[in-house]
């Protein structure tokens, strides 16, 4: 036995029979997952120099073995760690992590032929300028595509590259090990190279619950923070434990000490390691939120808080979102991973409440750069040098008021929220679709303000302006959004705030802004400079010193911003259309009480006043369109009375009429929408003298003649569709399945003619 461990090169070269670089060489070339174990036993055995002296290096020709014998190679690494100079070793998986975060494979060849471009001494790590760490995380454009961010873990994936998430995970797990180890007078140095490295990988690395997980562990080890071990995942099935192996202390510790009289980090210094810690907390969540699975693109915070606060809202008998997710495991699994940020930053002292006015009050957009600021260093220098994402800031404070829904604390005010909302989510002509994650966590923070105002008529609400850009917002985001649940929930809250706010004036604006798709809103910060100077007389315009010719005046009027795309456009204008009606009906429900002196005392719109005079509840311009003309066009789109044949499934059919037929199908929406409005207003006019509505009745008439004789015109050619189905060739398939697409709402468009013909004859009864 003895001859045959003798002819072992790692055993029959073992320092001091050669030197540790020599080993090291040997060691390239002579090191296989089979006799990995014994290289483990050795480095376990001795007093720590063997680790000490080749564990810097060592990293890199153990790390790949992970996929051939992941637990000797997770033995190793571990003992490397524990064991292993904790000031190179940290360097090197600093290095191990920017590999696993590079995409391409020239960059990694790149990488390979530089490892020894970050030198370490005494006292000081390598030089990683803060500014590398993306705390506001990467471009949309240059993420990674992630197949699913609940997957049970990398085990389960055939990919090449599967390797990756076992290899970040035990880097994590060496990086929980190195960093308490090194004990220095600036931690944070060695954190600012580390960290930003471990950003990179998480983010490039397809981001899993495992990963995650592993980055928060490590996360609570670097915070000092002592908790039980957790239960292995299935993911993790096949990696061991950490060994048993006792962690030695750092080697250079001693000669910093003598050099610079400490190694000690001060108050200061640990506030700027706290700082640190919170931002990279808030960076990870903001990229597991960004990341999470299409079928469940939120955490359904906004649904599932008014399932709890309006019991009364759900349907007997349909299950709940909440239901589905305590049935689900991928869903509880993520609520767990959701729990286990918020428990490390509750340890960390990290006050969400205090954090997200910071980003409403303190918007770091509007502070100029100091010039005489301190030069610019490797490292952070104090905490103010360390910002928080945005996003992750409002991720964990929605999450902190969904779990206390009762926690004043947690309350934003209209107005903070509409600065929020129009930061994240600023309105655009050509707007992105909003990030599903985030528009959830912002819609449940409204969502709980809504309530506080429905309930509390005096709760302090946000200027005209700024409720104006609020609502728009809203409009925007319910009119392309792909997600049912965020499109419901937007209209949900933005009818709501509308009703509540007190001046009628802006209501009627909102509602027509609606009805026309566009609003003049722009952004927070021209709103901010118009209430500032609202007291000012309007700007003259200037004189243009080149040509000595007056600067046109348009150029200080804001383009109309489309709420809607074109396709949208008629669901959009319905809501407008909703929104009067049940400003309409409360007016007509409720019995206006009087005060002395005859002044009414009721805040919904009279349809009579804003219908015949909207220049009472709004300022005319000569360019505004009047709420009847908006409600009930004059050039509405009437479609020909002719036969299904001739009209609608003729190949040779112009082109204009097709248009039109398109154009009235996408519009059902709007149309059936002002049926409805009709219904509740035709019993309310009868009352009315007849010589104040004669002009608004003749409107609805004509309204109601041209939608009937469309309508019976749709019916009959889908009737003509179905019957001929099975005969449609070339163009008909397509005349067909275009009807056949539209054949709900043509259904209900006939169902609302009905019932605004049954009003009509009512009203004339009257």
């Not at 999450?399 to 309350?411: A, N």
């Not at 409009?475 to 809250?493: F, G, H, N, S, V």
């Amino acid at each position: 036995m003895a001859t045959q461990e003798g002819e072992n090169p790692l055993l029959a070269t073992l320092p001091p029979a050669t030197d540790y670089m020599t080993y090291l060489t040997l060691l390239e070339y002579q090191l296989t997952p089979q006799n990995l174990p014994t290289l483990n036993r050795l480095l376990s055995e001795d007093d720590g120099k063997l680790a000490e002296e080749i564990g810097w290096d060592l990293l890199r020709l153990v790390l790949p073995m992970l996929k051939d014998n992941s637990e000797e190679t997770a033995r190793c690494l571990q003992i490397l760690a524990r064991r292993g100079n904790p000031r190179e070793v940290v360097v090197r998986v600093a290095e191990e992590l920017e590999k696993l975060g590079d995409q391409a494979e020239e960059r990694d060849f790149e990488d390979d032929g530089d490892q020894d471009a970050l030198p370490t001494f005494p006292g000081e790590a390598p030089r990683v300028h803060l500014g590398d760490m993306t705390l506001e995380g990467m471009p949309d454009a240059k993420k990674p595509a992630v197949s699913d961010a609940q997957g049970s873990g990398p085990s389960d994936q055939s990919h090449p590259d599967s390797i990756k998430p076992l290899q970040l995970q035990a880097l994590f797990d060496m990086l929980s090990l190195l960093h308490p180890r090194i004990k220095t007078q600036y931690p944070s140095r060695f954190l600012a190279t580390s960290l930003p490295a471990a950003l990179g990988a998480y983010r490039q690395v397809p981001i899993t619950t495992a990963t995650t997980f592993a980055f928060l562990n490590m996360l609570g080890s670097l915070a000092n923070k002592k908790r039980p071990p957790l239960p292995p995942r299935a993911s993790m099935q096949g990696v061991p434990p950490s060994t048993t192996a006792a962690a030695l202390p750092d080697p250079e510790a001693k000669a910093e000490e003598e050099n610079t009289g400490v190694n000690v980090p001060s108050d200061a210094e640990q506030a700027i390691v706290f700082r640190l810690l919170d931002a990279v907390l808030l960076e990870v969540l903001d990229e597991y939120m960004s990341a999470l699975a299409p079928e469940n693109p939120s955490m359904a915070w906004t649904v599932r808080l008014r399932e709890h606060l309006e019991p009364q809202r759900v349907v007997p008998g349909r299950g709940t979102e909440t239901e589905q997710w305590k049935r689900s495991p991928v869903l509880v699994e993520r609520d767990g991973l959701l729990a286990k940020f918020y428990s490390i930053s509750k340890e960390m002292q990290l006050d969400t409440s205090q954090e997200v006015r910071k980003l409403i009050h303190e918007d770091g957009d509007d502070i100029p750069e100091d010039p005489h600021d301190e030069e610019a260093s490797e490292y952070p220098t104090s905490p103010s040098q360390i910002p928080f994402p945005r996003a992750g800031v409002i991720y964990l404070h929605a999450y902190h008021s969904y779990l206390e829904p009762g926690d004043p604390t947690t309350l934003l005010t209209v107005t903070e929220l509409t600065k929020l909302i129009a930061h994240s989510f600023p309105l655009s002509a050509t707007p992105a679709i909003p990030l599903p994650a985030l528009q959830d966590a912002l819609l449940s923070l409204l969502y709980k303000q809504t309530l506080a105002v429905a309930a509390a008529p005096t709760t302090p609400q946000p200027s005209p302006a700024k409720f104006v850009l609020l609502l728009s917002t809203l409009t925007q985001l319910l009119a392309i959004t792909p997600y049912p649940a965020l499109r419901d929930a937007a209209y949900y809250i933005a009818g709501k705030l509308l009703h509540a706010y007190p001046d009628p004036a802006v209501r009627l604006r909102v509602i027509k802004q609606t009805l026309e798709g566009s609003t003049l809103s722009t952004n927070w910060a021209e709103i901010e400079d118009e209430e500032i100077g609202s007291h000012q007389p309007p700007p003259e315009p200037d004189i243009v010193e080149e040509t000595g010719l007056t600067r046109s005046t348009s150029a200080l009027v804001p383009h109309p911003i489309p709420l809607a795309p074109p396709q949208q456009l008629g669901q959009l204008k319905a809501i407008g259309v909703d929104w009067l009606k049940a400003e309409f009906a409360t007016w007509i429900a409720t019995k206006p009480t009087e005060r002395e002196g005859g002044v009414i005392i009721i805040s919904a719109l009279d349809p009579i006043q804003v219908l015949l005079e909207p220049e009472s509840a709004e300022p005319k311009q000569d360019d505004t369109t009047s709420l009847l003309d908006l409600l009930f066009p004059t050039d509405l789109s009437e479609l020909p009375v002719t036969s299904p044949t001739a009209a609608a499934l003729d190949d040779t059919e112009a082109a204009d009429t097709e248009e039109t037929l398109s154009d009235f199908l996408l519009s059902i929406p709007f149309y059936i929408s002002t049926l409805n409005l009709i219904s509740i207003v035709l019993p309310y006019l009868a009352t009315a003298p007849t010589t104040s509505v004669s002009t608004l009745k003749a409107r609805i008439s004509r309204h109601l003649d041209s939608l009937n004789k469309s309508s019976k015109f749709l019916t009959e050619v889908l009737q003509h569709v179905q019957e001929e189905a099975s005969g449609l060739r070339g163009g008909g398939e397509e005349e067909g399945s275009l009807f056949e697409g539209s054949r709900a709402d043509i259904f209900a468009l006939e169902d609302a003619c009905a019932r605004g013909r049954e009003a009509w004859e009512r009203a004339s009864r009257a």
